[in-house]
């Protein structure tokens, strides 16, 4: 048998699935096996995801890093006999920048990966999450393996203390200090828990991880179990993402029967299980008391803190919190030093942060660059700017408790406390870029109408108030509202925030008042004007036929439910405005582009 | 694929499933979640009669399988068409146009959001983020999952089904 000398790597993430990376990866498979010169010698790795989702599928080609974008499953022979067989580059699949329009064919130089720093990510796109070997050959289970034959579990929580690593989930709690304090905490049995829950719609970096790298969280665990004297694990995923908690069982069983997870790990007297535990559609169960009461088989409503789940969690016993991405940080930080994570990112903010661009943005994907990088750098130099070449209006982070950032704070260094400071939140790092179509008050609704249907209901301020808040702007979008309704958006939001019990309702009128502060104007202009600069809001729009365009065919006649359109054959048409619906059949029909959508 | 129950009265095997997956799980209190998991699995939705079942098999109050059923947006106790439509109306999907996607579904099958056809072949639900942002607007049909969908797309997916 000859040696394997190349590897191909593709993107088997949920995204690139969608775009049948499957069956571009078994197409190569199948051109491999039936090329007698090369079988034995290439391997096809399904990787977790590359990050760069805007153009996937994804392929890359080791040893020479040739890195291929958009790849179809048609173009597996054209890679096998070109690039394999011939050694030659196959221009089309390369990338091109779309400013410079300069070809690129290794990702170290391309914009997207050049001011990244993958610690969290590390693995995600190198190895096959599906085989242990793998992630062991990556330093896997080294830390583990040090910490509970070298070191006494006070020794790491110091380690993870002096790195400064704060919670990613949205709270950037030192984790170290929770470690600490789940160990002091008295109690026969601990647990340790994950937070996969991953609720911030347009976040997708636990995800990531749990497909592309799952021992890395299963080996975090571990250690945390250890340092904190816990027997038990448990992961609490959601149900909709049906391949992470796949390869998640797998890398459990593998860990498993390589003694890494288990009884009597490597041989020593620490023993450490994990199960699973599924969510079923709540967003309040990402909150951790909430998530505690979910797992216990119950409706997913949030408790009063404190006691905090270091004390009294999962069972009234104390149980540890933490979010994938934070244990994605661990085993790194434990091998390379504190101060070595401790050497990046801001004053009180250390380390690298992933993010999910996603939006009007060129580069949707997945990011993870040290805290302290610029709003701009995030969305200019690694996203590529703005889609179709219009303008940047503004970026949303923290999902529906975070907040609209405009163009004034585009040089803020991102981390947990200036995005605080200037009216967002980090929260689990969705990154939502929105340009010159996009309505603010619209965005500031959008939020407003996920908070109230996942509001869990148990306080009245949430309950009640977050549903005022989004009728109000309702109003205001349909064209009905007055000027006191912007007065009555900001008070009611304060007391939203103020007596709400959880998280949820303490941050779900984050969206309004950013809003509110940053695009005043545009809430006036609603509001008197009644317009949309944006477009966006149907009640402001009015569909009209120009006169000179229109040739009378009736194809609008005919497809207008309500009527609305009239005139006589070969003549040009009105629409009614009184009985016109908004629904822009008329405008999708019309084959001379006569009909207009106006503000 | 949705069981129906003949005149909302379960058969001897269905009621032996749910035994089974009670059991499963130890008929564990805790396990509640993971058991309606099991059974929607099994039965394509969670009508009243299944979650009685439960509730007798694990010796709980069907009050609160109930409650836990109604708390959960994942279960339902409507059953689904035999071709599930999910728009994704996460905030990527939403800012790319998700909600023009929503209408041009409603008005292509006559149904609202939550509804099913009157052939039971379609149904329309929404949902936040299955984590393929980077292909936003998305819409999933069953496990088939179509990316950059526009309204005029939407023609073209019902058609790929209609005739199956
Ligand atoms: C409404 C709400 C939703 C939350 N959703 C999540 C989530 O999806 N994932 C997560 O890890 N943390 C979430 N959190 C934060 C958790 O309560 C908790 O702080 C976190 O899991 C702790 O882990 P960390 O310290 O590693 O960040 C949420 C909090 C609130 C208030
Ligand atoms: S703030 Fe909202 S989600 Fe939190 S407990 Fe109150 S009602 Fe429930
Ligand atoms: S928001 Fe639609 S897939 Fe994430």
Same mark, same amino acid.
């Given at each position: 048998?000859?040696?394997?000398?190349?590897?191909?790597?593709?993107?088997?993430?949920?995204? *690139?699935?969608?775009?049948?990376?499957?069956?571009?990866?078994?197409?190569?498979?199948?051109? #491999?096996?039936?090329?007698?010169?090369?079988?034995? @010698?290439?391997?096809?790795?399904?990787?977790?995801?590359?990050?760069? *989702?805007?153009?996937?599928?994804?392929?890359?080609?080791?040893?020479?890093?040739?890195?291929?974008?958009?790849?179809?499953?048609?173009?597996?022979?054209?890679?096998?006999?070109?690039? %394999?067989?011939?050694?030659?580059?196959?221009?089309?699949?390369?990338?091109?920048?779309?400013?410079?329009?300069?070809?690129?064919?290794?990702?170290?130089?391309?914009?997207?990966?050049?001011?990244?720093?993958?610690?969290?990510?590390?693995?995600?796109?190198?190895?096959?999450?599906?085989?242990?070997?793998?992630? #062991?050959?990556?330093?896997?289970?080294?830390?583990?393996?040090?910490?509970?034959?070298?070191?006494?579990?006070?020794?790491?929580?110091?380690?993870?203390?002096?790195?400064?690593?704060?919670?990613?989930?949205?709270?950037?709690?030192?984790?170290?200090?929770?470690?600490?304090?789940?160990?002091?905490?008295?109690?026969?049995?601990?647990?340790?828990?994950?937070?996969?829950?991953?609720?911030?719609?347009?976040?997708?970096?636990?995800?990531?991880?749990?497909?592309?790298?799952?021992?890395?969280?299963?080996?975090?665990?571990?250690?945390?179990?250890?340092?904190?004297?816990?027997?038990?694990?448990?992961?609490?995923?959601?149900?909709?993402?049906?391949?992470?908690?796949?390869?998640?069982?797998?890398?459990?069983?593998?860990?498993?029967?390589?003694?890494?997870?288990?009884?009597?790990? &490597?041989?020593? /007297?620490?023993?450490?299980? #994990?199960?699973?535990?599924?969510?079923?559609?709540?967003?309040?169960?990402?909150?951790?008391?909430?998530?505690?009461?979910?797992?216990?088989?119950?409706?997913?409503?949030?408790?009063?803190?404190?006691?905090?789940?270091?004390?009294?969690?999962?069972?009234?016993?104390?149980?540890?919190?933490?979010?994938?991405?934070?244990?994605?940080?661990?085993?790194?930080? &434990?091998?390379?030093?504190?101060?070595?994570?401790?050497?990046?990112?801001?004053?009180?903010?250390?380390?690298?942060?992933?993010?999910?661009?996603?939006?009007?943005?060129?580069?949707?994907?997945?990011?993870?660059?040290?805290?302290?990088?610029?709003?701009?750098?995030?969305?200019?130099?690694?996203?590529?700017?703005?889609?179709?070449?219009?303008?940047?209006?503004?970026?949303?982070?923290?999902?529906?408790?975070?907040? *609209?950032?405009?163009?004034?704070?585009?040089?803020?260094?991102?981390?947990?406390?200036?995005?605080?400071?200037?009216?967002?939140?980090?929260?689990?790092?969705?990154?939502?870029?929105?340009?010159?179509? /996009?309505?603010?008050?619209?965005?500031?609704?959008?939020?407003?109408?996920?908070?109230?249907?996942?509001?869990?209901?148990? *306080?009245?301020?949430?309950?009640?108030?977050?549903?005022?808040?989004?009728?109000?702007?309702?109003?205001?979008?349909?064209?009905?509202?007055?000027?006191?309704?912007?007065?009555?958006?900001?008070?009611?939001?304060?007391?939203?925030?103020?007596?709400?019990?959880?998280?949820?309702?303490?941050?779900?009128?984050?969206?309004?008042?950013?809003?509110?502060?940053?695009?005043?104007?545009?809430?006036?202009?609603?509001?008197?004007?009644?317009?949309?600069?944006?477009?966006?809001?149907? @009640?402001?729009?009015?569909?009209?036929?120009t006169e000179e365009d229109c040739v009378g065919c009736t194809a609008c006649v005919r497809v207008c439910p309500t009527n609305a359109i009239t005139g006589t054959k070969k003549k040009p048409h009105i629409i009614n405005q009184d009985l016109c619906i908004k629904c822009g059949a008329c405008m999708d029909k019309c084959s001379f582009d006569s009909i207009l959508l106006i503000a | 694929m949705a069981i129906v129950c003949e005149k909302d009265q379960l058969q001897e095997q269905h009621l032996l499933k749910i035994k089974e997956i009670c059991n499963t799980f130890n008929k564990d209190h805790s396990e509640l979640i993971n058991i309606l998991h099991g059974c929607q699995g099994y039965f394509g939705y969670?009508?009243?009669?299944?979650?009685?079942?439960?509730?007798?098999?694990?010796?709980?109050?069907?009050?609160?399988?109930?409650?836990?059923?109604?708390?959960?947006?994942?279960?339902?106790?409507?059953?689904?068409?035999?071709?599930?439509?999910?728009? $994704?109306?996460?905030?990527?999907?939403?800012?790319?146009?998700?909600?023009? &996607?929503?209408?041009?579904?409603?008005?292509?099958?006559?149904?609202?959001?939550?509804?099913?056809?009157?052939?039971?072949?379609?149904? %329309?639900?929404?949902?936040?983020?299955?984590?393929? $942002?980077? &292909?936003?607007?998305?819409?999933?049909?069953?496990?088939?999952?179509?990316?950059?969908?526009?309204?005029?797309?939407?023609?073209?997916?019902?058609?790929?089904?209609?005739?199956?």
């Amino acid at each position: 048998m000859s040696k394997i000398n190349q590897h191909i790597l593709t993107c088997g993430g949920t995204g *690139c699935r969608a775009s049948e990376s499957k069956e571009l990866a078994q197409n190569l498979r199948d051109e #491999i096996a039936s090329n007698p010169a090369i079988e034995g @010698s290439v391997k096809v790795v399904e990787c977790g995801c590359f990050g760069f *989702c805007e153009k996937g599928p994804i392929v890359k080609m080791l040893p020479d890093n040739t890195f291929y974008t958009q790849v179809k499953p048609t173009n597996a022979k054209e890679i096998i006999e070109e690039h %394999i067989v011939k050694g030659r580059k196959i221009e089309n699949l390369l990338y091109t920048d779309p400013v410079t329009k300069e070809v690129i064919d290794e990702s170290k130089n391309m914009g997207f990966y050049k001011k990244q720093h993958r610690i969290a990510l590390r693995n995600c796109g190198f190895v096959d999450p599906e085989n242990i070997g793998e992630y #062991i050959a990556r330093e896997g289970y080294e830390a583990l393996g040090r910490a509970i034959f070298e070191q006494e579990p006070q020794v790491i929580i110091d380690t993870i203390k002096a790195s400064g690593l704060r919670g990613r989930g949205g709270g950037g709690f030192p984790t170290g200090l929770k470690w600490e304090f789940t160990k002091n905490a008295k109690g026969d049995q601990k647990y340790v828990v994950c937070n996969a829950d991953e609720g911030d719609p347009g976040a997708f970096m636990d995800r990531s991880i749990l497909e592309g790298d799952p021992h890395s969280i299963i080996e975090a665990m571990a250690i945390c179990a250890y340092a904190i004297g816990a027997n038990e694990g448990l992961v609490y995923i959601r149900a909709e993402y049906p391949l992470a908690i796949d390869r998640l069982k797998i890398a459990i069983k593998q860990a498993e029967e390589t003694g890494l997870l288990g009884d009597n790990i &490597l041989g020593s /007297d620490f023993s450490f299980k #994990i199960t699973i535990k599924y969510g079923a559609g709540a967003f309040v169960c990402g909150e951790e008391t909430a998530l505690i009461q979910s797992m216990e088989g119950l409706r997913g409503e949030p408790n009063l803190k404190p006691p905090f789940p270091a004390e009294s969690g999962y069972f009234q016993k104390p149980t540890n919190v933490n979010n994938v991405e934070t244990l994605a940080n661990i085993p790194v930080i &434990l091998n390379k030093g504190a101060d070595w994570y401790a050497s990046m990112g801001t004053e009180k903010s250390k380390g690298t942060k992933v993010f999910a661009l996603a939006g009007k943005i060129n580069n949707v994907g997945l990011i993870e660059v040290p805290m302290g990088t610029t709003l701009r750098e995030v969305i200019f130099d690694i996203g590529g700017g703005i889609k179709d070449g219009k303008k940047f209006k503004a970026v949303q982070t923290g999902g529906p408790s975070g907040g *609209c950032l405009t163009e004034e704070h585009l040089d803020t260094p991102i981390d947990f406390d200036n995005l605080l400071a200037i009216g967002s939140m980090m929260g689990s790092g969705g990154m939502v870029v929105l340009d010159e179509d /996009d309505c603010m008050v619209s965005m500031a609704q959008f939020y407003l109408e996920f908070t109230v249907e996942e509001s869990c209901g148990k *306080c009245a301020p949430c309950r009640i108030g977050n549903k005022r808040l989004h009728e109000t702007l309702e109003k205001i979008t349909q064209g009905k509202g007055v000027m006191e309704d912007l007065h009555q958006l900001r008070n009611m939001s304060e007391v939203i925030k103020e007596t709400s019990l959880c998280g949820l309702g303490q941050t779900s009128p984050n969206p309004v008042l950013s809003t509110l502060d940053n695009f005043w104007d545009e809430y006036v202009e609603h509001v008197e004007d009644k317009k949309c600069v944006a477009g966006q809001c149907k @009640s402001m729009l009015r569909y009209v036929i120009t006169e000179e365009d229109c040739v009378g065919c009736t194809a609008c006649v005919r497809v207008c439910p309500t009527n609305a359109i009239t005139g006589t054959k070969k003549k040009p048409h009105i629409i009614n405005q009184d009985l016109c619906i908004k629904c822009g059949a008329c405008m999708d029909k019309c084959s001379f582009d006569s009909i207009l959508l106006i503000a | 694929m949705a069981i129906v129950c003949e005149k909302d009265q379960l058969q001897e095997q269905h009621l032996l499933k749910i035994k089974e997956i009670c059991n499963t799980f130890n008929k564990d209190h805790s396990e509640l979640i993971n058991i309606l998991h099991g059974c929607q699995g099994y039965f394509g939705y969670l009508p009243a009669e299944v979650q009685e079942a439960i509730a007798l098999e694990i010796d709980m109050p069907v009050s609160k399988v109930f409650g836990v059923v109604t708390f959960y947006s994942f279960f339902t106790m409507k059953p689904k068409g035999e071709f599930p439509i999910s728009v $994704c109306t996460g905030t990527a999907c939403y800012v790319r146009g998700a909600d023009k &996607l929503v209408d041009e579904f409603q008005r292509e099958l006559g149904i609202d959001v939550g509804q099913t056809t009157e052939d039971g072949k379609f149904s %329309i639900s929404t949902l936040r983020c299955v984590g393929a $942002c980077g &292909l936003a607007p998305v819409v999933m049909v069953g496990d088939k999952t179509y990316g950059h969908v526009s309204p005029k797309m939407v023609k073209k997916i019902l058609k790929e089904y209609k005739t199956k």
